[in-house]
């Protein structure tokens, strides 16, 4: 029976208990005490084994069982190895012993070449060190985090929905993260990056052989060449887009690996197929049926929709608030009083789009009732704010034309409304959708009420319908007609 | 000197000097308690991590004197519960009851720790060979299976070796721990 119970602590500890052990051990755990000493026991063998074959044998940034990295890299002791877990923000302050020991490790590594927002990096020496934008208390320890400052590797943290931060390493790659983001980064003669939760973008230039850029999240290891992708990391799944090259990336769980090339997405969870999806290309307005670019510029040829960062798999539309990109469109609907219009829609922010801004639709009818017309806006339906963490949220609302806009050709412009920010946010919106239910004023006769004389009156008149001018396939609501 | 690193005062020094002295000294205990609560050591390493760093944030609140191993471990099982939320659906993640259970027994006083020293001495009575199977299987970033698959034998019996290796050193830390006691 011993023998059996050891065996189950061992399968739990090696991760690779099935649920049937798994629940008799825990039966076990719960009625005796001995098994509980004896589990207890073969835990702290285990944590200690670890850290002992930790120091003998360790690579630049630990990584739990299950990683990627299968080739450890020559001894250090412990102490070095805490100085390099604190730059993971592991023990901030064993860095500062280490400091001296270990000087060569703190040369700098990348150089900031922009920021905004809260960010609070921590790195060796265990600086604690804020950004312009933060809004946490300073500490007695803190400063702040410039463009052109130049980093010895380390972690930062964006602490607010507008945070971003770019990085450009000595050989010219560079990396951003965006928003809630959380990165740990160092480079001793090869690039690793850990991404524990957040969205991170990067554009590395060729690795030197053998010593590809190496990027960790909680459930996937990425092995990077040279190439252009964008990873979303959570604590359960990880996105790779891949725009340029080819990225490796494997599960950590299972090990199983898949490459993924340019143009192509893969969605990494415990249980996902880890299956490709090709991303079409980027469109642009003259590209898109019945929306157009009605910003100042008037350029038709800039990007309208992109299938990354999908909320169905398909195109969305990219959203900007630079002055430049107004997607509008010339709805055909004759507008009567008493119409009573209704948008909906799915967005999720994107980019440098701030904890205020939102997504403003407007209905507007034009002196000339043609799009190249003066507008005039009868109505703005605003988002609410973003929830930030990079899912779609719905966007609805409702408002009834009056006798001003009757008889006049509706019009619907997607629009932006600036909370904040340095820089124009990008959000995106999907499946847009704009219906009409026809409810006329009393006392105000329309033709069809009229009786011809001697006519018996009919039935009374059915209760109004909604009719979708703007939804699915309809006047490309969803964005994806070509 | 650069534009974001700043003169610390001398206060600022000795207090780094004292949290780091704390943390290097506890941290193995603390490990070694999220080891049997947490299934894998990205786990483990997630958590401390984070434990490590609230403590930093909040060392202000630390009371000198008192038990800092204590305080740190308080810290880490909080934030153990926490991560428990995320990954409670994984086969591998105690029911609450037993999570409980596990918690209470390993952060008692009373519980025996398995410390470093007491492990090297057991080691070194292993054969050079078994010695570093075992420590390669332990280090960080190496998947078992990986080594199961590369050893020549079948998966079971290679799990049934490092098993059997397990339990030779615990009797022998276990032994050592007794005999020091008495």
């Known amino acids: 029976m011993m023998a059996d119970l050891e065996k189950r ?24 005490a001995e098994a509980r000493a004896m589990f207890n026991s073969f835990a702290q063998l ?14 630049a940034i630990s990584k739990a069982g299950g990683s990627s990295i299968s080739t450890p890299k020559p001894a250090m002791t412990r102490l070095a190895k805490a100085a390099l877990a604190l730059a993971a923000g592991i023990a901030i302050a064993v860095a500062a012993i280490l400091y001296v020991q270990y000087g060569s490790a703190n040369r700098d590594i990348a150089r900031i070449t922009g920021l905004n927002g809260g960010l609070i990096w921590i790195g060796n020496g265990g ?18 985090l410039n463009e052109d400052a130049e980093l010895p590797g380390g972690t930062i943290e964006g602490t607010a929905l507008d945070s971003w931060f770019e990085l450009e390493f000595l050989d010219g790659s560079t990396a951003m993260i965006f928003g809630d983001s959380m990165l740990t980064f160092s480079d001793q003669g090869q690039k690793e990056v850990r991404l524990k939760q957040g969205r991170f973008s990067a554009d590395v230039v060729p690795q030197p052989s053998g010593e590809p850029m190496l990027v960790h999240t909680p459930v996937a290891d990425l092995t990077v060449v040279g190439t252009q992708f964008d990873v979303e990391a959570g604590p359960e799944s990880t996105m790779l887009f891949v725009r340029e090259g080819k990225v490796q990336i494997r599960r950590v769980s299972d090990g199983k690996t898949v490459d993924v090339t340019a143009d192509h997405r893969v969605v990494v969870t415990a249980d996902s197929d880890m299956l490709l ?20 510029s008037g350029n038709q040829d800039s990007t309208a929709t992109q299938e990354t960062r999908d909320s169905d798999g398909t195109r969305n539309l990219l959203l900007s608030e630079e002055p430049t990109t107004l997607p509008a469109q010339d709805t055909g609907h004759i507008i009567r009083s008493g119409d009573v219009f209704d948008v909906g829609y799915v967005w999720r922010s994107d980019k440098w789009w701030a904890a205020q801004d939102q997504v403003a639709i407007k209905l507007f009818t034009t002196d000339n009732d043609l799009m190249s017309g003066t507008p005039t806006d009868f109505a703005t339906l605003l988002s609410g704010t973003p929830t930030g963490d990079g899912a779609y949220q719905a966007g609805s609302g409702r408002t009834t034309a009056t006798e001003t806009e009757a008889g006049k050709k509706l019009f619907v412009a997607i ?11 990008v959000a995106r919106i999907d499946n847009f959708q704009l219906q009409v239910t026809p409810i006329h004023k009393s006392g105000l006769r329309r033709l069809d009420d009229f009786q011809l004389e001697g006519t018996p009156f009919s039935a009374p008149p059915p209760a109004p319908t909604a009719v979708i001018i703007i939804g699915g396939d309809v006047r490309n609501g969803n964005f994806n007609r070509l | 000197m650069k534009q974001f690193s700043k003169k610390k005062t001398l206060n600022d020094d000795e207090r780094y000097e004292v949290f780091v002295r704390l943390l290097v000294e506890h941290e193995p205990r603390v490990r070694s308690f999220l080891r049997g609560l947490l299934p894998t050591w990205y786990d483990v390493e997630e958590v401390a991590q984070e ?25 880490a099982r909080f934030e153990a519960l926490k991560y428990r939320r995320r990954v409670a659906r994984s086969p591998l993640v105690f029911a609450a009851d037993v999570w409980d259970l596990l918690a209470d027994e390993a952060a008692g006083e009373e519980n025996l720790q398995i410390r470093r020293q007491h492990l090297e001495v057991c080691l070194e009575k292993l054969e050079r060979t078994k010695r570093n199977l075992l420590l390669k299987v332990h280090t960080p970033g190496v998947v078992i299976r990986e080594v199961a698959q590369q050893s020549g034998k079948s998966e079971e019996a290679f799990y049934k070796v490092i098993q059997r290796l397990r339990v030779i050193l615990r009797d022998c830390v276990l032994t050592s721990i007794a005999v020091e006691n008495s």
């Open chain 2, 51 to 75: 434990a490590s760093l609230i403590a930093w944030r909040k060392f202000d609140d630390f009371e000198q004197g008192t038990s800092f191993g204590g305080w740190l471990l308080t810290i």
């Open chain 1, 46 to 59: 285990d944590a200690v084994l670890h850290e002992v074959a930790d120091t003998e044998q360790v690579g």
């Open chain 1, 127 to 144: 600086q604690i060190v804020q950004g312009p934008g933060s809004r946490q208390q300073p500490t007695r320890w803190s400063n702040v």
């Open chain 1, 277 to 296: 999806w090709l991303v079409g290309p980027d469109r642009a307005w003259v590209q898109t049926p019945f929306w157009e670019n009605r910003s100042t």
């Open chain 1, 415 to 425: 629009d932006t409304q600036d909370g904040g920010g340095d820089l124009h946010g």
């Open chain 1, 9 to 32: 602590i061992a399968a739990w500890l090696d991760g690779r208990i099935s649920e049937a052990e798994s629940e008799t051990l825990q039966q076990e755990l719960r009625d005796s």
